[in-house]
């Protein structure tokens, strides 16, 4: 499972950054408006009439069929309440936010639903104007009074994580001529701009007449690209393409979604993907498998060149895999047990036995971010922020960054099991015959819950490693929906530890709260899976989404960082260089691709009917 801010709500929520935003100064008012912003530059990359993104191939023809892959069931069409299991992409394809995502400059936004957007100094307000000739899928136009009731159905009715994500916005109002207004209850958050931004926009009459707190398998209407075509619940879904989609020649969606249909088929073992794959039935692959990805790819149709295999670089952050231990048990709350634990990892040995080298290794939850990740001690700019903060937080904040342990890769990981072991004695866990009791005889236990069976190649190793020590555990594998309904749904954080990713952006803000807040610790469908509650933390959260100006960002970002890594609250495991992806040759993909990574990689890519007519001859 990966977490990403774009995973919240819709495929992309982004937050303002810290960088002034570019567009005209009207003086008198102090306000500025602009067709995009940025959350990093101080100029856009595309003017006012650009004609589309240099990423996609303007040319690229509309039709054919991609078939992707999914694990697990879904039982909902409706992804913005708590209740029910949607299938993914319904963010992404059905509904059209305020603005859209630039992936070739980082952090911008351009107007989708918006014509412009328009902010004061103080970004205590954003305007949008929306576009004339935006509409629904049922002909009807998309209104002002459509972006208040998406803002207060979210708020009121949606999954709790909506209420605390658009906390600070106190409501939005009409202010004529197809422009709506935002207030906030607060100046300086510069991030508020960019997530009203990216609200998912819903149709107040049709929702006139259903319950908005129910979930369902009534296909939703929408704007976007795509609407909800044929499905059979939990094994697949289809997204059929809009013709007459009023935003078709936008020049932000330009070159992008070209297929007539998107079709997701849903199977309940991640082994069975990777067979559906191999036998033609799914197109597309993103592989998070090291060992299948060196061990699996030599059936034919690779051989022959018919199946693609790519290993693609993007610029910019990278998902972080680590192992979170569930803080809300008691066992996990004494930091020295957490880094005996880190310590039980030997990443070196499984890179070259179990990962075939195709991993490194993270020292920050912001790798690849250069200017975020903590460099030496800290400096002066971070010192503003950890200073009032030092008798909360471990002195290894104020010396050098955070560096993950490190083996020698023979598998005999003797200095570092030394070291835990004296950490558990510390912690009050000693040894009876071969097993860690506490001072109550409680053994101290560790199950590892899993959805994925080839886990258990880096799990059960680290689990004999954590054994020597005598810490007894277990790999327990579920299949998907029980693995979703005891980590995320149920609200009871039924497992000791997960393997789990966080994605950042390059300017991060609100959304830490979901990664790491107090007040996300014990909801359900919550991002903070580890149960972090730390209120050094939260305050280095609200001080991020204040920060004035880049450079105040990076240093609250490289506090935070410490404040994280130092008390050991996951456990970092690896992070992917490249991205493994394969595919059938039946595919037209733009040359040269974005140099960063969107949500999904083949969003810009279209159906080659030429190619497909070869890979049927070839058969």
């Not at 929702?207 to 609407?227: H, I, K, N, Q, V």
């Not at 061990?295 to 690779?302: D, K, L």
């Amino acid at each position: 499972m990966k977490l990403t801010r774009r995973s919240f709500g819709q495929a992309a929520l982004g937050t303002m950054g810290a960088a002034a935003l570019p567009g005209r100064l009207r003086a008198q008012e102090n306000v500025h408006r602009s067709h995009g912003t940025s959350l990093i530059h101080e100029t856009l990359k595309y003017p006012a009439d650009f004609a589309h993104f240099d990423y996609v191939n303007p040319d690229a023809p509309k039709g054919g069929l991609i078939r992707i892959d999914s694990v697990g069931q879904f039982d909902s069409f409706n992804p913005f309440i708590a209740k029910g299991t949607p299938p993914g992409g319904i963010g992404v394809f059905i509904f059209d936010s305020l603005t859209t995502l630039s992936i070739d400059e980082g952090g911008t936004e351009y107007g989708l639903l918006a014509e412009w957007i328009e902010y004061p100094d103080d970004q205590s307000w954003v305007s949008f104007k929306l576009r004339d000739d935006a509409r629904w899928h049922d002909g009807e136009p998309v209104t002002v009074e459509d972006v208040i009731f998406s803002l207060d159905i979210l708020k009121t009715k949606g999954a709790p994580s909506y209420a605390g994500y658009y906390a600070n916005v106190t409501g939005a109002e009409d202010l004529g001529g197809n422009v709506v207004r935002f207030n906030f209850d607060q100046a300086g958050n510069r991030e508020l701009p960019h997530i009203v931004g990216q609200l998912s926009i819903l149709p107040k009459h049709w929702w006139a007449t259903r319950d908005f707190a129910e979930s369902g398998l009534e296909p939703l209407l929408g704007s976007g690209p795509y609407r909800i075509g044929d499905y059979e619940t939990n094994r697949y879904v289809e997204y059929v393409r809009v013709e007459d989609y009023w935003g078709k020649d936008l020049p932000v969606n330009v070159g992008a979604f070209n297929f007539d249909r998107i079709r997701i088929d849903f199977y309940l073992d991640p082994g069975a993907t990777f067979d559906a794959f191999r036998a033609g039935q799914v197109d597309y692959r993103d592989e998070n498998s090291a060992i299948i990805w060196a061990e699996n790819y030599n059936f034919p149709a690779v051989k022959q060149g018919r199946v693609k295999k790519e290993e693609v670089t993007f610029e910019g952050p990278k998902a972080v895999q680590s192992f979170f231990p569930n803080l809300r048990r008691e066992k996990f709350k004494d930091r020295r047990v957490r880094k005996a634990l880190e310590l039980a990892f030997d990443f070196e040995w499984a890179r070259e036995t179990v990962f075939f080298g195709q991993y490194a290794r993270p020292r920050s939850y912001f790798q690849g971010t250069e200017d975020l990740m903590p460099d030496g001690p800290p400096d002066e700019a971070e010192l503003v922020f950890l200073e009032p903060l030092r008798d909360m937080v471990p002195e290894e904040v104020f010396g050098p960054h955070y560096e993950p342990p490190v083996t020698d890769g023979s598998g005999r990981n003797r200095r570092n099991l030394r070291e835990a072991a004296q950490l558990l004695d510390e912690a009050g866990w000693t040894v009876q015959g071969n097993t860690r009791v506490n001072a109550a005889g409680e053994a101290l236990t560790l199950e590892f819950l899993s959805a994925s069976e080839p886990q258990g190649r880096i799990i059960l190793p680290y689990l004999k490693n954590l054994e020597r020590i005598g810490v007894k555990g277990d790999f327990r594998l579920v299949d998907p929906p029980q693995y979703i309904e005891r980590v995320f749904t149920s609200g009871d954080f039924d497992f000791d530890m997960i393997i789990y990713s966080v994605g950042n952006s390059e300017s991060p803000g609100n959304e830490q709260r979901y990664f790491w807040g107090s007040d996300y610790a014990g909801q359900a469908r919550t991002r903070n899976l580890a149960g972090v509650a730390d209120p050094a933390v939260d305050t280095l959260i609200e001080q991020l989404v204040q920060t004035k100006d880049r450079e105040s960002l990076s240093a609250c970002c490289r506090a935070l960082d410490r404040v994280l890594t130092w008390n050991h609250y996951t456990n970092f495991e690896l992070f992917t260089p490249f991205d493994r992806i394969a595919y059938w040759d039946r595919f037209g993909i733009p040359d040269p691709r974005s140099p960063r990574d969107t949500v999904p990689t083949w969003k810009h890519w279209w159906f080659d009917a030429a190619k497909d007519a070869a890979l049927k001859e070839g058969g």
